[in-house]
């Protein structure tokens, strides 16, 4: 395409195998469904279900489950063009278990390595990311070489483009922590994490990922700390409190979550992603954006799945309107 994408996210790509019983522990389920997974490629795909031209770069293993991967992103309209095989490391497999309302168990297979954590800079596309509207990285992204430094070439190469007068929506850096990934620990992911929010423009993540980030874990302390780390947007998800975003304007939202019936809460931050992208894009008020990606992660929560699950516009206008 001529066009810049709308959305690339970087990061995490697998499948997800979930149980099709509910409040039953793995060694009793007897049945299971497959799902395309990942968050950084989960929020792609919510994106593209909202209408937007949407990528994803990261790896999978050359192997039945990489090629299911890039054959679900096509089909759910999301271009595959950079998630390229690794042949030293099979596709991460993802299981979970489900006790609704509100634990959901993950254990990831990501061993001896991950092939989205193969990632190397010179296979960017770095005109690709720096003309994007939105790039989106995670935390996860950050945890080893050489994803590491691809994740921080991206991120420099947007802010070049930036300073050169490129027209960028913004630079997204899902928080996303995940200690098990990190053999160093929380501290000196907390470095990683200073160095990667030099270049982004909005910061996302719940109080737990905030906190690594910051060090703090009141929910405006921690907006505050984002933004004199160097971001234009703090969003910090709160759970059944809902969420508060500050931007470096002065303007604030805090807005409450949407009541459903919990099936499985693990892909709401996945589409409450999409849809902050969607608002963001849409250049929606700050409260109008964290309304609606409240609404699109409690639908995505109601559902058994996260990918195949991700709402598109009518479904999230329909709930809004039933709020009100």
Known sequence: MTEPFDVITMGRIGVDVYPLQTGVPLSRVESFGKFLGGSATNVAVAAARLGREAAVISRTGRDPFGEYCRQALEEFGVDPRWVTPVEAYPTPVTFCEIFPPDDFPLYFYR??????LEIHTDELDLDAVASARIFWMTGTGLCEEPSRTATLAALRARAEARA????????????DWRPMFWKEGAEAARAHYAEALRYATVAVGNLDECEVATGVRDPHACARALLDAGVELAVVKQGPKGVLAVHRDGTAAEVPPHP???VNGLGAGDAFGGSLCHGLLAGWE??????????????VASRLACSSAMPTESEVEDLLRARK
């Open 111 to 116: 061993l001896p390595k991950a092939p989205d």
């Open 164 to 175: 050169a007068g490129a027209e960028q929506t913004a630079t997204v850096f899902d928080l």
């Open 260 to 262: 459903v019936e919990v």
């Open 286 to 299: 700050v409260e109008h954006t964290m309304r609606y990606a409240n609404a699109a992660g409690a639908l």
